[in-house]
């Protein structure tokens, strides 16, 4: 073994530089740096921990701060200050700043800085900068996708449109270029490479959404009751009103006026004619 001062290096073909630790056939340590694992780490990555078996080997640049734990975690990688945790989790990554954590969580030949991976497979093939993926095959297959926050098993996946908000799984799955939309529920979906959706749904069939909207054209198309006040397009409705049983004039935030004429008819006024509802 090779090693630089102050440093340890146990195991045949073992090189570690100033300040490290090389522990296991083939290991190596750049300088200020654990290796500990069969083929474990390189020469040229510093400041850095790899654990497991060729976790951060053949890191294609000089990179520092990095933390690789698990078989091939960071391998083949070419960023600074990443965290990958999981078998070959961010093997073959380019980008910095990431933290994926799971099996293959951040996995393949991608650029992007400043994600999150957490699940299996979460964000595996995945490139685009500050995405937040969590769950088991969370935003898979999306690539250039940007900006995105999906959280569901599936949720995101093959979809590269950025600027999206994915809760539930599979929800937003499948969206093409779908860009700057919100999907709720599970499976919800709508238009393919249709941007500025809001979708709250509990099914992929698109017609039974339970609200389905547009943001750039201030549509919002609803299927649901509400119970108490609502708004649509900037009209206010009370909802029910309280029995009424004597002479009354309504408000335009009026949305229904009971009454009763047990004890005999009155007059309701209605306001002027302000908004069609449909």
């Given at each position: ?54 976790a ?60 999150t ?32 926050i ?28 779908s ?76 949305s ?23």
């Amino acid at each position: 073994p090779s090693h630089g001062s102050t440093s340890l290096a146990i195991g045949d073909n073992t090189t570690c530089g100033p300040s490290s630790l090389a522990l296991g056939v083939s290991s190596l340590s750049g300088n200020y740096t654990v290796s500990m694992g069969v083929g474990a780490g390189i020469t040229t990555l510093n400041d850095s921990v790899c654990l497991g078996y060729q976790a951060g080997y053949g890191h294609t640049a000089s990179k520092v701060k990095n933390v690789y734990i698990g078989s091939e975690a960071g391998k083949s990688c070419a960023g600074d200050y990443n965290v990958f945790v999981g078998e070959t989790s961010g093997q073959g990554r380019t980008g910095s700043g990431n933290t994926a954590v799971g099996r293959q969580a951040g996995y393949g030949a991608y650029s992007g800085d400043n994600s999150t991976y957490v699940g299996s497979y979460a964000g595996y093939n995945t490139s685009g900068a500050t995405n937040i993926y969590i769950g088991y095959y969370a935003g898979v297959y999306s690539e250039a996708a940007a900006s995105n926050i999906c959280i569901g098993n599936s949720a995101g996946s093959s979809t590269t449109g950025s600027n999206n908000t994915c809760l539930g799984m599979a929800s937003g799955a499948s969206m093409g270029t779908s860009a700057s939309s919100i999907f709720i529920g599970n499976s919800a979906t709508g238009v393919t490479n249709t941007n500025n959706q809001l979708i709250i749904a509990n099914s992929s069939t698109v017609a039974n959404n339970l609200v389905t909207g547009k943001f750039d054209a201030d549509v919002l198309n609803r299927n649901f009751s509400v119970n108490g006040l609502i708004q649509a397009e900037n009209y206010k409705h009370n909802g029910i009103t309280a029995v009424k049983t004597a002479n009354y004039t309504a408000t335009a935030r009026d949305s229904i006026v009971q009454c009763d004429t047990t004890a005999g008819a009155f007059t309701v006024t209605l306001p002027a004619a302000s908004l069609k509802l449909q």
